[in-house]
């Protein structure tokens, strides 16, 4: 089983930068699949971008397509989230997630697929 930690969250003007980092024990990264969600009060969590194990495909959210950009180095155990040109409302927690499965697809963007979560780190984008 992994155990996944975020960090690097904060606040930030619009328009700004943060990179986010997964930091992961336990089981060694590369087993996984891995993704960020975000949750903002009162919604719903969602997808944000999600990675193979191998770091040769990903997906993104329509929202933060060409802002954002999700990596890995598996030597280090580690998933990044690259965020640029933020905006307000993408204010949220925002969560790394792991799953193990055959093949990546894109069922890598619904939630209930991904058993092993962070606690979450905050994102807060002041206008």
């Known amino acids: 089983q992994v155990q996944l930690v975020e960090s690097g969250g904060g606040l930030v003007q619009a328009g700004g930068s943060l990179r986010l980092s997964c930091a992961t024990s336990?089981?060694?990264?590369?087993?996984?699949?891995m993704g960020w969600f975000r949750q903002a009060p009162w919604k719903e969590r969602e997808f944000v971008a999600a990675?193979?194990?191998?770091?040769?495909?990903?997906g993104y959210a329509d929202s933060v397509k060409g802002r954002f950009t999700i990596s890995r180095d598996n030597a280090k155990n580690t998933v990044y989230l690259q965020m640029t040109s933020l905006k307000p409302e993408e204010t949220a927690v925002y969560y790394c997630?792991?799953?193990?499965?055959?093949?990546?697809?894109?069922?890598?963007?619904?939630?209930?697929?991904?058993?092993?979560w962070g606690q979450g780190t905050q994102v807060t984008v002041s206008s």
């Open positions: 997630a792991g799953r193990i499965t055959g093949t990546y697809d894109s069922s890598a963007r619904i939630t209930g697929t991904y058993p092993y």
């Open positions: 336990g089981r060694t990264v590369s087993d996984y699949h």
């Open positions: 990675i193979s194990r191998s770091g040769r495909t990903t």
